[in-house]
């Protein structure tokens, strides 16, 4: 049992260079997010997807889309990378359909940096 | 105002001694409350979950919840130095219709030998 996991660990983008950054968990969770954290910043939730089929913006969405492939995967794409978004990023899931109030289990983080 | 605050610290305790760590939320209809610790450069773990008024103990860890005040805290008994890492408390707010997630910016602590 992985539970959440990401890939790539690691990436090194340039200025206006695109990417997809996946995440998969293995615990039949409803609920999956991408977080991303910058120093003194905590977690600032990006996107988040209720349950398979919908997803919604949070706190940080622009920049970035977000696609739910099935109930496993959710996936985030830098379209044309910013340094801005030089940062580590985590996906996360939860049981709970509704998101926000259950346990999240997260994913061991890709760190991205953009020259 | 914030919606979920925390001192950013450093927090440093003497080994053997009680860590005492502190969050304030803004929302009054918050019902649950999550301390995440997190180790440099690994992701966050739940270290324990709150939901009622009062204390719960788990361990060297008891997390006190006073929705009155709306604070939420973790003390840590008998500290370890492998205690030492950032701590990140999690509340649920209620934002644009729904429930979300929000993270307080962590305190670090270090516990010295």
């Not at chain 2, 209809?29 to 719960?56: A, C, H, T, V």
Request: with cysteine; aromatic share 10%.
């Amino acid at each position: 049992n992985a539970g959440v996991t990401q890939t790539p660990k690691f990436q090194v983008l340039k200025t206006g260079q695109s990417m997809t950054l996946q995440c998969a968990q293995d615990m039949n969770h409803n609920s999956m997010y991408w977080y991303r954290q910058d120093p003194g910043m905590g977690l600032r939730l990006i996107y988040y997807s209720a349950s398979e089929g919908t997803t919604d913006k949070g706190e940080v969405p622009n920049g970035y889309n977000v696609s739910r492939l099935n109930k496993r995967e959710f996936s985030l794409r830098l379209e044309s990378a910013a340094p801005s978004q030089t940062s580590v990023y985590f996906c996360a899931s939860s049981e709970a359909v509704g998101g926000g109030i259950e346990t999240q289990y997260f994913g061991p983080g890709t760190r991205l940096t953009v020259t | 105002q914030k919606e979920v605050e925390q001192n950013s610290g450093p927090l440093s305790v003497p080994e053997g001694a009680i860590a005492s760590l502190n969050c304030t939320y803004s929302d009054r209809g918050s019902q649950s409350f999550f301390w995440y610790r997190q180790y440099s450069g690994k992701s966050p773990e739940l270290i324990m979950s709150i939901y009622s008024n009062g204390d719960k103990e788990d361990g060297r860890f008891t997390a006190q919840l006073n929705k009155a005040s709306q604070y939420v805290s973790l003390l840590i008994r008998d500290s370890q130095p492998s205690d030492s890492a950032t701590y990140l408390c999690a509340v649920n707010i209620l934002i644009q219709g729904a429930q979300k997630l929000v993270f307080g910016q962590g305190t670090r602590l270090t516990i010295n030998p």
